[in-house]
């Protein structure tokens, strides 16, 4: 009875560590400890069927622990059950089960004590960092520590060398059970039947005790010949018994893993939940401290120029491949927006993973959390990438390099930083720029060339594998495979379509592409339905897994499958990846950091190491300073500006269309008339808008001069192209309130139309106006007979030239005019006909041919330098005429009306200037600040726009000192806390 038994138990025992274990009898489909593999298991053959076997098992966790074990189906029976002698060879069964005992003994001391080990380091990971907590523990636990070696305790454990030479001879083992599965398998004789059983009593001569050793063969010798009398189907029951025995056993301890897994995840997220809630001061975790010196290294070198050495998962794949929903089962939520076909990746978005309490999704520009347990988070998550993704892409293009910096958070995820890139294309179809697919490769050899990413290749497994793009695109960038992970995707839709299901064997291993991997793994990411959850997703995979023949033939290892192994795998891979490089790279940081220093000191000795957004702070202030300065300047400055520009623009206007008409009239009354006409159409039609034109040009040459004033003052010429960029935008976004328009025109109608001149000084101003006036366009007009007559005989004489033909007529004319002048000193403004006609007899009769247009232009020059000149002299004798006003000039020949108007318009000019100043000082200069205020806004808010108006090799330089600082003090604080972890 004994032999029987050890013999059931040990077919069992082979069955256990067959190649495709976890298909046959339903068992999870990881891979078992190696000591589960290595500890020969043996169950006595008692009757009892709820006794529980003795096992000692130290098992991985993976996605699917859960799945239950499926018993064998029993061979169907033959006969009915005969009768088994029970024979009672007590001192052979003693001696055998003394030696099990043995052996138990010794394999449960060995295998519990390594399974300690094991599982203090495995639970040592898992665990969080309670170093904070420490407080929470009596004084006196820490002084019983001191006193125990916890790490000399451990060491003390036996090595593995060790154990095996105290473990059994396990190819005698194998090659018995081997022996006793093909014996009962076969269906042979029962005489071959007692030989296996002699053969399994092979297990007992390893001990080497000789009378244990003669015992025990005499025994078996007697147990030997009663065997012969039980039947096939009597051990076949045995063995049905045998295998729901350990069905049970197995499912006890699978349900005590379980139950431990989910007490410490709930342990974990315990104590981040109360870390969350701020009990300790919170720190960074690991994660996000990586994740931030990625960020800056990306910023610092936006175009991947010169790489950064530092490890990320680069996900590649075909578009619509199942890169966006592998990535979603990693990160546990549907957080990327879907599309039935189309390109939705339109740039990258590098998600950060980390473990917290509440699974929440944030982005790095925005303090926004979205609950990703939520279903209105989700879409709205999902919207704002679609947004951003579509915000970032330019106008005409397909896709960006621009990077979307997102974290995600929650119980049980694995750490770790991915990007997700666009999908690789074949053809460029409708609606996509002609560069998108050379755009997509070069984006995507950017991201691959750093020679420690990780590189997650994603293949369609639903499409025939000839129609793979990536795959060639991934051999170039690592042609050795060295930090290459292949992952198919969409196996359901493969076995179901594929008529030779070997292909997918050949796939994950690596045999049918060229491109080499690390690993390959298999994954099924739901139906295709984009409401699936990802529990459902997960269950879905799970089952297939479970039934899949792909798994059951053996063409699959469990190792290979579901997503949470491929997680798993990625995460070691990655953390491994960057404990070898960051040190590599803090000192390849700190190298750079010497050289720009050492660079700055040597050309910058005595400036500031001001970046480009310190610089534009500082020009702000300076600018906002300068604007500030208009509203300081004085009264009588503006209307002095004012009022001298004012007559600039119109006096032209005053002289040649009011004053010279009006002095043509035969009397004064027809002369007042006659101004005061002009001057009611002026005043309506064109003076007000004059009047603010000239007050709007006074305010930005003011603004430009305060600008340049203050240059002179220790400015900056870094900052010269980033004023007069804001100044001309200030200017062009200021409007003139011109609602002051009306008011300003009644104004001036109301000066203008005043005549009484109060006083003597009013009366000599007035006069020293009109003087200076009429001085400065006499001055003119002589300036352009010059011109037109050329040089006189003196100018020809000393310097040798002499006048062109035209001047030379033109001359000729002049004398001509020049003596009809003299004969009528009070001639008109205009020649008549047949003056013009006699003219040019004349001057015909002297050999000079003239046009008639040439001499009414001459006319109107020398009737001009006439006129003004009997002006001044009129206005001479005026200085003593302010008696003769006052009577109205009665009973006189002396009339000064022409001064009268000029006191008209000076007077007008002093009352527009001083309610344009007043206009200015109230309203425009607060206004132009304002303005000037939202373009430095703008402006400071505009990146691109900033480096072009702040530029040069000291901002560049400053730029690049402050990043590298930056870098390398995070790299420095990441490495700290990695130190710290382990």
């Not at 499912?251 to 974990?268: A, G, I």
């Not at 001298?644 to 005053?654: A, I, P, Q």
Request: charged share 30%; hydrophobic share 35%.
């Amino acid at each position: 009875m004994l032999r029987v038994g050890s013999s059931a138990a040990c077919v069992a025992c082979r069955n256990l560590v067959s190649t495709n274990m976890g298909v046959r009898f339903r068992v999870p489909l990881q891979k078992l400890h190696p000591l589960s593999r290595a500890i020969h298991h043996r169950y006595s053959g008692n009757n009892n069927p709820h006794r529980t076997p003795h096992r000692t098992a130290a098992r991985y966790f993976t996605s699917m622990s859960r799945l239950p074990m499926r018993p064998l189906k029993p061979p169907p029976r033959s006969g009915g059950h005969r009768y088994q002698q029970q024979r009672n060879f007590w001192v052979a069964s003693l001696a055998a089960r003394l030696l099990r005992l043995r052996y138990i003994l010794l394999g449960t001391a060995v295998g519990g004590g390594y399974t300690a080990k094991k599982t203090y380091e495995e639970w040592k990971e898992m665990l969080p960092d309670f170093s904070e907590y420490n407080w929470v523990i009596p004084d006196f636990v820490w002084e019983l520590s001191e006193q125990i070696d916890l790490d000399k305790l451990a060491k003390a454990l036996p090595e593995m060398e060790d154990m095996a030479k105290l473990l059994p001879d396990f190819e005698k083992i194998g090659e018995n059970f081997t022996f006793l599965k093909s014996l009962l398998s076969s269906g042979v004789s029962l005489g071959s039947e007692v030989k296996g059983a002699s053969g399994l009593h092979l297990l007992l001569e390893t001990s080497g005790d000789p009378a244990l050793k003669a015992t025990d063969a005499s025994a078996g010798a007697a147990h030997d010949a009663g065997d012969k009398q039980y039947k096939k189907s009597s051990d076949k029951e045995k063995l049905d018994q045998l295998q729901e025995e350990l069905l049970r056993t197995q499912l006890k301890y699978q349900r005590m893993l379980e139950r431990l897994e989910k007490e410490n995840k709930e342990l974990r997220k315990v104590v981040l939940q109360k870390d969350d809630k701020g009990i300790h001061q919170r720190k960074k975790s690991l994660i996000d401290l990586y994740s931030e010196v990625l960020d800056i290294l990306s910023d610092y070198d936006a175009n991947y120029n010169t790489q950064d050495h530092l490890p990320r998962v680069v996900v590649v794949g075909d578009q619509s491949a199942g890169k966006t929903s592998v990535l979603e089962m990693i990160a546990q939520a549907r957080i990327f927006p879907r599309g039935s076909g189309e390109m939705m990746t339109r740039s990258p978005v590098k998600v950060t993973l980390s473990e917290g309490p509440h699974h929440v999704a944030m982005f790095k520009d925005s303090g926004r959390e979205f609950d990703l347990t939520k279903e209105e988070d989700l879409a709205a998550l999902r919207h704002e990438i679609e947004l951003r993704m579509r915000k970032s892409v330019k106008e005409g293009q397909t896709v960006s390099s621009e990077t979307i910096s997102l974290s995600v958070k929650g119980p049980g995820i694995q750490r770790m930083v991915l990007v997700d890139l666009p999908g690789v294309i074949s053809t460029v179809t409708t609606g996509m720029a002609s560069d998108t697919k050379e755009t997509i490769f070069s984006m995507s050899k950017a991201y691959m060339q750093n020679p420690n990413a990780i590189i997650l290749c994603i293949q369609d497994g639903s499409v025939d594998a000839e129609r793979s793009i990536v795959t060639d695109l991934v051999s170039q960038m690592d042609p050795h495979g060295k930090r290459t992970i292949f992952v198919l995707t969409k196996v359901d839709l493969a076995e179901k379509n594929l008529a030779s299901p070997s292909r997918i064997q050949q796939i994950v291993e690596g045999k049918l592409f060229p491109m080499k991997a690390l690993g390959y793994f298999a994954v099924v990411t739901g139906k295709g339905s984009t409401g699936e959850s990802i529990d459902a997703i997960k269950d879905y995979e799970e089952d297939f897994f479970q039934n899949s023949r792909l798994l059951r033939d053996g063409m699959l290892k469990a190792h290979q499958v579901t997503t949470k192994n491929l997680s798993l795998a990625v995460s070691d891979c990655f953390w491994k990846m960057v404990r070898e490089s960051v040190e590599q790279q803090a000192d390849v940081f700190k190298a750079s950091r010497f050289n720009l220093e050492t660079e700055w000191k040597n050309n910058y000795p005595r400036l500031r190491e001001l970046d480009r957004n310190e610089l534009f702070e500082k020009a702000k202030n300076e600018i906002l300073d300068e604007v500030i300065s208009l509203s300081q300047v004085t009264p009588q400055h503006w209307e002095s500006i004012l009022q001298k520009k004012l007559w600039e623009r119109v006096s032209t206007h005053v002289i040649e269309n009011i004053y010279l008409p009006a002095a043509q009239t035969i009397d004064s009354g027809t002369f007042n008339t006659t101004v005061d006409i002009k001057l009611k159409q002026w005043t309506d039609k064109q003076l007000p808008h004059k009047a603010l034109e000239v007050a709007w040009e006074t305010l930005q040459e003011e603004f430009a001069r305060f600008m340049a004033e203050y240059k002179g003052k220790d400015q900056d010429d870094i900052f010269d192209k980033l004023k007069e960029a804001v100044k001309d935008e200030g200017i062009k976004r200021h409007k003139w309130n011109e609602r002051a328009l009306d008011s300003l025109r009644v104004i001036q109608h109301n000066a203008l139309e005043d005549r009484s001149i109060t006083d003597k000084p009013q009366w000599d101003a007035a006069i020293q106006f009109m003087e200076e006036t009429l001085q400065s366009r006499l001055k003119d007009t002589e300036s352009v007979i010059r011109d037109m007559v050329g040089p006189d005989w003196k100018t020809r004489w000393f310097n040798w030239t002499n006048r062109t033909p035209e001047q030379h007529v033109r001359n000729e004319t002049k004398n001509e005019l020049d003596r009809l002048l003299k004969l009528h000193d009070d001639h008109t403004a205009y020649l008549a006909n047949d003056e013009v006609t006699t003219v040019r007899k004349n001057l015909e009769g002297r050999g000079v041919e003239v046009d008639p247009v040439l001499i009414k232009d001459t006319w109107h020059q020398l009737y001009r330098r006439h006129f003004l000149q009997k002006a001044l002299s009129h206005c001479s004798l005026c200085k003593r005429g302010f008696y003769y006003y006052q009577r109205h000039f009665v009973d006189s020949e002396l009339e000064c009306n022409d001064v009268v108007l000029f006191w008209r318009i000076q007077r007008m000019l002093v009352i527009t200037a001083n309610t344009l100043r007043q206009q200015l000082t109230n309203t425009e200069v607060r206004r132009l600040e304002k303005n000037v205020k939202e373009v430095l806004d703008d402006f400071g808010e505009d990146m691109e726009k900033k480096t072009q108006l702040i530029t040069g090799r000291r901002v560049q330089l400053a730029e690049d000192l402050k990043k590298v600082r930056e870098i390398q003090e995070k790299l420095e604080a990441f490495i700290e806390a990695l130190h710290k972890e382990k």
